[in-house]
């Protein structure tokens, strides 16, 4: 490992436990590099009676080394709504730490890029939802969760890529308006009898796979098993075994145990999975959210040293944005 500086080793001595979680994803002389870091987010934590929220594409570092909890949009939104703590910092994206703010108002929210936003979010404002409201007068507005507060805030109700039928299906009625994910939507209309409008938003991580990768996956690595997220085109979606938010296809993994699985989405979910699932063979074709890796260890300590950067919302927005929130989280 080379020369270890003495503050370094009492670190590893400190964060060895940790380690042992991550093995097989993290060399040696990367969890060195990564020690300190480690070691003074869990001090900060505890001085700032902080928790960490990440997302299942952090990097395993702050999945497996600093995250308190982690999880796919939904799982994250359920566990701001419960979390006693004076600080939520959210390894993640914006919208996700709009809606931690939104649903525990009371929690000083720190995110520690604010640059890092999301396509699907981009790609609609709150103008735009008033423009279908105009056209589609009386069709319920379905957002998915990657959207800023200000578009949820002219929405009737929420859903994630983990409960979008469900959340359309509640609704009792026999259309509805989807946004702003048109694949997402594509997919969720396949599976039910609700006709469904969508919006031209599409995920930069997911709309680059194809239906010809999942062929090449399969030619290269016979009996390999496909999971898909569903914001990938519905193509891709087609010729796959399954598709299901971050948290259904690592439950998948976990409980039918694939011998060998390629998990089309972004990159650092089959390390996440892979290090609890050592009997697993990962395929890992690329795609990185250069969104959520904009999150690191280094910015973490960051915000918990300097507190920043907090996530206001603005009450005209949060508490119509919040209501659409809850709305769905009632529906389960
Ligand atoms: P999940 O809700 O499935 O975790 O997806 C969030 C996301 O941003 C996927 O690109
Ligand atoms: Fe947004 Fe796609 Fe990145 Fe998820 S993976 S945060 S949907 S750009």
Same mark, same amino acid.
């Given at each position: 490992m080379g020369i270890v500086q003495p503050h370094t080793a009492e670190a590893l001595r400190r964060t060895a436990s940790i380690y042992e979680r991550v093995k097989s994803v993290i060399p040696p002389m990367e969890w060195a590099a990564f020690a300190d870091d480690i070691d003074a987010?869990?001090?900060?934590?505890?001085?700032?009676?902080?928790?960490?929220?990440? $997302? @299942?594409?952090?990097?395993?570092?702050?999945?497996?080394?600093? #995250? &308190?909890?982690?999880? &796919?949009?939904?799982?994250?939104? $359920?566990?701001? #709504?419960?979390? &006693?703590? *004076?600080?939520?910092?959210?390894?993640? /994206?914006?919208?996700?730490?709009? !809606?931690?703010?939104?649903?525990?108002?009371?929690?000083?929210?720190?995110?520690? *890029?604010?640059?890092?936003?999301?396509?699907?979010?981009?790609?609609?404002? #709150? #103008? &735009?939802?008033?423009?279908?409201?105009?056209?589609?007068?009386?069709?319920?507005?379905?957002?998915?969760?990657?959207?800023?507060?200000?578009?949820?805030?002219?929405? *009737?109700?929420?859903? !994630?890529?983990? @409960?979008?039928?469900?959340? /359309?299906?509640?609704?009792?009625?026999?259309?509805?308006i989807m946004l702003p994910d048109e694949y997402l939507a594509q997919n969720v209309a396949k599976e039910t009898h609700v006709k469904i409008i969508a919006w031209k938003g599409h995920c930069e991580v997911h709309e680059r796979f194809t239906a010809a990768d999942i062929t090449l996956y399969r030619r290269q690595n016979p009996g390999i098993v496909v999971l898909a997220h569903p914001e990938c085109p519905p193509e891709v979606v087609a010729v796959s075994d399954f598709a299901g938010s971050t948290a259904r296809m690592t439950e998948w993994v976990e409980t039918k145990k694939p011998k060998r699985v390629v998990l089309v989405t972004e990159c650092s979910m089959s390390d996440n999975v892979a290090a609890r699932n050592p009997d697993v063979e990962f395929v890992r074709p690329c795609q990185l959210c250069p969104h959520m890796k904009r999150i690191t260890l280094k910015n973490i300590r960051h915000a918990l040293e300097t507190m920043t950067h907090e996530v206001t919302i603005p009450s005209d927005i949060a508490v119509p944005a919040r209501r659409a929130v809850e709305r769905m989280m009632a529906v389960g």
């Open positions: 987010i869990h001090r900060l934590k505890r001085e700032r009676n902080a928790i960490i929220l990440a $997302h @299942n594409y952090q990097t395993p570092e702050i999945y497996h080394g600093v #995250a &308190d909890i982690a999880g &796919d949009s939904l799982a994250l939104a $359920h566990e701001a #709504a419960k979390a &006693d703590a *004076d600080v939520i910092v959210m390894a993640g /994206v914006h919208f996700m730490a709009e !809606t931690a703010k939104l649903l525990n108002p009371s929690s000083k929210v720190l995110i520690p *890029d604010m640059k890092a936003g999301c396509s699907l979010a981009e790609s609609i404002t #709150a #103008a &735009d939802v008033r423009l279908l409201r105009q056209r589609y007068p009386g069709v319920p507005i379905v957002t998915y969760v990657n959207t800023s507060a200000a578009v949820k805030a002219e929405s *009737d109700i929420c859903c !994630t890529s983990g @409960n979008a039928k469900k959340i /359309v299906e509640s609704l009792g009625v026999p259309e509805v």
